[in-house]
């Protein structure tokens, strides 16, 4: 009777509480799982995936992998990979469960010993502070030094390293390792000759009255070994405005700035310019008489080639409420994103208002001078008090502008639009859904710019909707601000006359590309008011 209770409790914790036997080898990995869920069967994930599963001697599949009709019993399992150690376990399945098996690979890994030579004729005062690379650039191998020599743990197989160091060729080598155990091997490298290469420059026509690096051309180049160089600046008729040595080169990446000024600080006038660059090695670092390398680029100041950030929320680029004239010069481009909360018309009912929180990603950008391209998506969480519900909408919107008059002080523009959007998805400060037909126009005095643009848009009649709007822009070197106003008049319904007005701040100091501004403003449609404000955050380039 004794023996019975204790018997009796074991068979029932057997059967109704079933466990997983697990019988693994001796490389078990403390991240390996096993986990019972409800259901009945088996399986198996591995970390990476794509592992052959082996049960009871039969290959049944590879990893991640599930088998839904194993009986209740014990079962064998090994796991293989190519480059992965085995993995071998068992397990039991019951009827009342699923096992969930999440095993890590091993990877199987070997060492190599390097030793990093220098060509006997070489420089002795170069240095030699070389970094070892697994395969590409990308991968920097893990190195420890002993005696002298560089200790590295591989993946067993055929691995490339690549050696490099300022001043000398890059070398490389494939060597097989193979596991537990340790493969010597030598790189010899030899010392690179004194070149310039990779040279470019960020801006071929750029405005010295721009903010930041917006206002400066950026020349950027490698060199293969320590040297010195100077750079210079040509006008049209190969005098020398500007000249500047440039910091002895300690590595490969260097760049140099300038902002469109002669020697002196002055500001140069308009034209194109031949940046000179010339550099050489230093004749300690090099084996051979060193030659000066000499390199030419051209650029070009443009006083109308103005960068300053512009809102989108009219479907084309300018003030919140008032397209603009002016685009971006070419290759260049804003990217922004903005925040709002405001009391807007509810979705096709212009007798209510309501709580909305737009969410909009623009951007813009000049593929040729002159032309410019935007575009918008917008995402609208509107909270509609009134039928005690909230609702969500989206739509895009995409424009075009070109830039048909450009004489200081008068521009003028033409451009077009498309909106389209779900339910809910019309964006609460725009024109409406459809297609626009603009032409701003302004007129700049001193640092303020004046504007004026009518605009037409067909949603759904022939007769398209009437829009009138105008504002004010202050620019400055790193900030913008304007006012701005519009009226919609649409003549096919009896719709009343809708009257938006808001004002914003665009800051963009130096020396980041960053963007931030501030919107705020009202509307108000028959005896109706609402208001909104926002936060917007990009970057202008």
């Not at 009709?69 to 992965?84: D, P, V, W």
């Not at 890994?109 to 170069?126: H, N, V, W, Y």
Request: hydrophobic share 40%.
């Amino acid at each position: 009777m004794a023996k019975m209770r204790f018997l009796l409790p074991a068979i029932f914790l057997f059967i109704f509480l079933p466990s997983v036997l697990l019988a693994r080898n001796s490389s078990d990995i403390v991240f390996d799982s096993f986990e019972e869920t409800a259901g009945t069967g088996l399986t198996i994930y591995t970390n990476p995936a794509g592992a052959d599963v082996i049960i009871d001697g039969m290959e049944m599949g590879r990893t991640p992998v599930s088998f839904n009709h194993l009986t209740q019993g014990i079962f064998h399992i090994r796991l293989k990979k190519e480059g992965y150690k085995d993995r071998v376990f068992t397990v039991t399945l019951f009827n009342t469960s699923r096992l969930v098996v999440s095993i890590v690979m091993e990877e199987e890994r070997g060492f190599a010993r390097i030793s990093i030579q220098r060509t006997p004729e070489s420089p002795q005062r170069l240095p030699l502070n070389p970094k070892l690379f697994l395969n590409t650039f990308t991968e920097e191998a893990a190195v420890t030094s002993i005696d002298g020599k560089t200790l590295l743990d591989l993946p067993a197989g055929f691995n490339t390293l690549i050696a490099r160091s300022f001043g000398w060729v890059d070398e490389s080598i494939s060597i097989l390792v193979k596991e537990n155990s340790t493969t010597e091997a030598e790189i010899i490298m030899r010392p690179a000759q004194f070149n310039i290469i990779n040279t470019s420059h960020t801006r071929r026509k750029f405005n010295p009255m721009n903010s930041s690096n917006l206002g400066v051309t950026e020349i950027r180049f490698d060199v293969t070994s320590p040297g010195s160089g100077s750079i210079s600046i040509l006008d049209d008729n190969g005098t020398v405005v500007f000249k500047r040595s440039l910091r002895n080169f300690d590595t490969w990446n260097q760049y140099v700035t300038w902002n469109g000024r002669d020697s002196l600080g002055n500001m140069l006038p308009e034209g194109k310019y031949t940046i000179v660059l010339e550099a050489s090695g230093l004749q300690e670092f090099s084996l051979e008489p060193v030659n000066i390398v000499s390199i030419k680029l051209e650029t070009e100041i443009n006083y109308s080639a103005n960068i300053f950030p512009l809102s989108l929320e009219s479907g084309i680029s300018g003030l919140t409420f008032s397209p603009m004239p002016q685009v971006l010069p070419a290759n260049s481009f804003q990217i922004d994103a903005s925040f709002n909360f405001g009391s807007y018309n509810v979705p096709d009912n212009t007798q209510n208002t309501c709580l909305a929180l737009p969410f909009v990603i623009d951007v813009r950008g000049a593929p040729i001078n002159r032309m410019e391209l935007a575009a918008s998506l917008n995402i609208n969480s509107y909270f509609l008090s009134k039928v005690q519900k909230s609702t969500v909408g989206w739509g895009i919107t995409g424009s075009v502008k070109y830039k048909v008059v450009d004489n200081n002080p008068f521009s003028f523009a033409i451009g077009a639009s498309y909106a389209w959007a779900k339910e809910y998805g019309e964006l609460p400060l725009s024109m409406g859904k459809g297609l626009g037909l603009y032409t701003p126009l302004s007129l700049k005095l001193t640092d303020f710019l004046i504007i004026f643009s009518p605009a037409f848009l067909w949603s759904q009649n022939f007769v398209p909707s009437l829009h009138f709007s105008a504002g004010a822009l202050y620019l400055s070197n790193s900030i913008n601000a304007g006012i701005s106003v519009r009226c919609d008049l649409n003549l096919t319904d009896n719709t009343p006359l809708k009257i938006l007005a808001g004002a914003e701040v665009n800051l963009f100091p130096p020396p980041s590309n960053f963007v931030f501004s501030f919107m705020a403003g009202m509307w108000t449609q028959k005896q109706l008011l609402g208001w909104y404000g926002g936060l917007k955050v990009g970057i202008i380039n």
